[in-house]
């Protein structure tokens, strides 16, 4: 008996440490300033916003992050989703949005981005195209060498 209660300690210990680890995340830590800190969670949940443990899955390997936790006020509750992506071994967020109980969803992504800066241009359907590039002819001596025969010999 005392070994099953070992064992059955050592897996709440791997499952404890595995929720840390998110909650350690890159895209989780910045996630949960932004909640914390942002005016408009506070006014949509109320004063100070508490976090809850943060769970779903970070892909070191592929570079994408799904995770999620929840967020409650004086005046309400929600559920706080963040995606990522890694770039040249740096996370960022690319959404972030809370979706309150009973209300509709509210993005942060662009509260996020002007806290933090992001280096993606914005789009901008009114301004006035830039000037092209200087027009450049093919250089004229290149000349392209094949092996004789058929492809694959």
Do not use: Y
Not at 50 to 75: K, M, P
Not at 88 to 110: F, N
Not at 115 to 135: E, I, L, Y
């Amino acid at each position: 008996m005392q070994r099953l209660t070992f064992v059955g300690l050592g897996v709440a210990m791997i499952l404890a440490t595995g929720c840390g680890r998110l909650s350690q995340h890159p895209v989780a830590l910045q996630a949960l300033d932004e909640v914390r800190t942002n005016t408009r969670v506070a006014e949509a949940l109320g004063g100070t916003v508490q976090c809850g443990a943060v769970r779903g899955t970070a892909n070191e390997t592929d570079g994408i992050a799904h995770l999620e936790f929840d967020a409650s006020g004086s005046r309400g509750r929600g559920i706080v989703v963040v995606e990522g992506k890694k770039t040249r071994d740096q996370w960022g967020v690319t959404m972030l949005e809370l979706r309150p109980a009973g209300a509709e969803r509210m993005s942060l992504t662009a509260d996020l981005e002007e806290h933090t800066g992001v280096d993606t241009p914005k789009f901008d359907p009114g301004a006035a195209p830039s000037t092209p590039p200087a027009q450049v002819a093919p250089p004229a001596d290149v000349e392209i060498a094949l092996p004789p025969g058929p492809p694959g010999q």
